[in-house]
């Protein structure tokens, strides 16, 4: 069955929105957010102080593009009121882990007592803070955020050792939106 879908995304007086071809800018008082949204059915236009995805006559992979897109940018514009956040702990058994964030880089010494520090690059507009055994990261972007996250837990992977003896590493406790 064939109809038109019509989905809007209010916006709040503080979130300024511009849409330039297909790349939507959403700024706001905490930052700015910006993604291309292409799809030869589906399309996205500002109306006033809302976006309005339009697709008209729709199929099923249609109404999962435009519900994936509408999604995207309500995440969008959360992260630009209030950013989101990744908390990720610090878990050390066998040897003091030292973790810092050298320039843009998020470093790891002495891990399971290696010699080489195992490095990670942060993310254009990701913020990485240490805070006793959390790291905290943070962005306007929740891709973004999620990557270097993964990135963070991913760098201390532990591979042939036993996971039940060896749970040393830095994994994570919270994510953004959850």
Do not use: W
């Not at 511009?18 to 790349?23: A, F, M, P, V, Y």
């Not at 959403?26 to 109306?47: Q, W």
């Not at 270097?148 to 994510?175: P, S, V």
Request: one cysteine or more; proline letters at 3%.
């Amino acid at each position: 069955m064939k109809d038109d879908l019509i989905r809007e995304v209010e916006l709040e007086n503080s979130v300024k929105v511009r849409l330039e071809g297909n790349n939507l800018k959403i700024t706001g008082p905490k930052g700015d957010s910006e993604k291309i949204f292409v799809h030869p059915r589906v399309h996205v236009t500002v109306d006033g102080n809302k976006i309005v995805l339009k697709a008209p006559k729709a199929t099923k992979r249609e109404k999962t593009i435009l519900c994936s897109f509408e999604a995207h940018i309500k995440n969008m514009v959360k992260g630009v009121q209030e950013v989101h956040t990744y908390t990720l702990k610090i878990c050390s058994g066998h040897f003091p882990m030292n973790v810092a964030v050298a320039g843009s880089d998020f470093v790891v010494k002495n891990f399971l007592g290696e010699a080489v520090p195992r490095k990670a690059r942060i993310l254009k507009g990701v913020d990485v803070k240490i805070t006793g055994n959390d790291v905290v990261v943070s962005s306007c972007d929740k891709e973004v955020a999620g990557q270097m996250a993964g990135r963070i837990e991913n760098l201390c992977r532990i591979t042939n050792r036993d996971r039940r003896i060896f749970q040393d590493g830095i994994y994570i406790t919270h994510k953004a939106g959850k």
